[in-house]
């Protein structure tokens, strides 16, 4: 195992989360990782790739990083399910399950995230049918807070699998995780510009009618950006992507305009509608599009660093949910340039999943990292309380334990396999404490 001790300030990916632990193990497997646990110096946290907006990785103990605990360990053709390490990362796991005939049955549209990191904090991407990727997961390993290695799913350590699959790392460290696939497929890309009052007429078909539907609003434009995914039997077109990190042409011209409004905030409504009217001709459903895999399909490379919040609406009070939001950045004076995106997820049984036993949409609102954010999300966070909204783990918001019983309908039964995996919340930092109501 490599063990460091820590000199420099770890920071997550949008630059606002900072930690300073004492040390960063970076184990190279399970028992390694359990050795590790064992004596490690609490609070006990793991960083994936940082993606994740809240400071569920801030530590002034131990920081683990899984990236030494990455690939894929084993596939079955007949069952379609694939084990692989949880520090693999997924855009790293596409290709490799790819290589044995078989795709995830859904993605975000980032993937620079590890899987357990995006399991943990209930990362999904789009499709009325579709759930999200932990509720994709049939199994995982857990190293317990105490050292323990137990295997979880539904037939063994019940409890444990149906609140572990979204912990957010509060029940211990997942060290493999098997994941239901089905075969390799291939989806084309359709999308282009949309009336605000278009999109609404059909916004009941438009989801229905795709596998894979959302939209994007600036909401300073008249016209919103609708993409589409769909399966089909064409040849996929091999895609090229850039190392991570890389910042293409595109990324450069937002960025830029990003830095403009960050000084000349009245230019933020022309940019909404200039970046609308250039994001594609005008949707009619049945343009030519382009196929490629799904590992290769799903993916967006969004390099120019932001800040997020998302909430899961109920389905039905979506469309209400979002035109409010939209009304609420257009009138209420804080500067700002990025997109509201809308997006569809299935429920799911997990008991600290947003999507637990509720078919949902998710609304998200994103700020450029050189922008302070609070007072635009609050604004807007107080919307989706309204609507009985419940947070994306991984992005920004502001409610604890008092608010948050109230919403999950398993909250309780949580918490009470929360205190017996880990009575003593080694697992626990700060942020995570104000979360479940521990002192």
């Avoid at 590790?36 to 002034?60: D, K, L, M, N, Y």
């Amino acid at each position: 195992m490599t063990e460091k001790t820590q000199t420099d300030v770890w920071t997550n990916w949008s630059g606002w989360v900072k930690a300073n632990p004492t040390n960063i193990l970076e184990p190279s497997d399970e028992a390694a990782l359990v050795e590790g646990v064992r004596a490690a110096e609490t609070p006990i946290r793991v960083t994936g790739s940082g993606h994740s907006f809240t400071p569920i990785c801030e530590t002034s103990g131990t920081l683990i990083s899984l990236s030494n605990m990455s690939g894929l360990i084993s596939s079955d053709s007949t069952t379609k399910r694939a084990r692989v390490y949880a520090g693999t990362g997924i855009r790293e796991m596409g290709p490799l399950l790819h290589g044995q005939g078989l795709g995830l049955p859904n993605q975000g549209d980032i993937d620079r995230q590890t899987i357990a990191g995006a399991v943990g904090t209930g990362t999904h991407g789009t499709g009325t049918t579709l759930g999200s990727l932990s509720a994709a997961v049939m199994g995982f390993r857990l190293v317990t807070p105490s050292g323990d290695v137990v295997q979880c799913s539904r037939e063994e350590n019940a409890d444990l699998f149906h609140a572990g699959r979204v912990a957010m790392g509060s029940l211990g460290i997942m060290s493999e995780i098997e994941l239901q696939c089905r075969d390799a497929y291939a989806l084309e890309e359709r999308g282009g510009r949309m009336s605000v009052s278009d999109l609404f007429s059909s916004l009941d078909r438009l989801s229905k009618d795709n596998r894979h539907f959302e939209f994007f609003w600036f909401p300073f434009a008249d016209e919103v950006l609708v993409k589409t995914l769909n399966e089909v039997d064409a040849k996929p077109k091999p895609r090229r992507r850039a190392p991570d990190g890389s910042i293409g042409p595109a990324d450069i011209a937002f960025r830029r305009l990003c830095e403009i409004t960050r000084f000349a905030p009245f230019m933020r409504s022309r940019f909404q509608r200039q970046m609308t009217e250039q994001g594609g001709a005008r949707y009619s459903g049945d343009e030519p599009g382009r196929a490629r895999w799904s590992h290769d399909a799903f993916p967006s490379d969004r390099n120019v660093r932001f800040n997020e919040m998302e909430y899961a609406i109920a389905a039905e009070k979506g469309p209400d949910c979002v035109r409010e939001v939209a009304e609420h950045m257009r009138t209420c004076g804080v500067n700002f340039l990025f997109p509201i995106e809308y997006r569809y997820v299935a429920k799911d049984d997990a008991w600290l999943s947003p999507f637990y036993e509720r078919e949902s949409v998710t609304i998200s609102i994103h700020q450029y990292h050189k922008q302070a954010y609070k007072k635009l999300f609050d604004g807007v966070e107080a919307i989706f309380r309204n609507y009985g909204g419940r947070p994306h783990w991984g992005k920004i918001h502001t409610l604890g334990a008092e608010e948050l019983c109230e919403i999950y309908p398993k909250w309780d039964a949580f918490c009470d396999v929360r205190k017996r995996i880990d009575p003593d919340a080694r697992m626990l930092n700060p942020f995570l404490k104000r979360i479940f109501g521990v002192s």
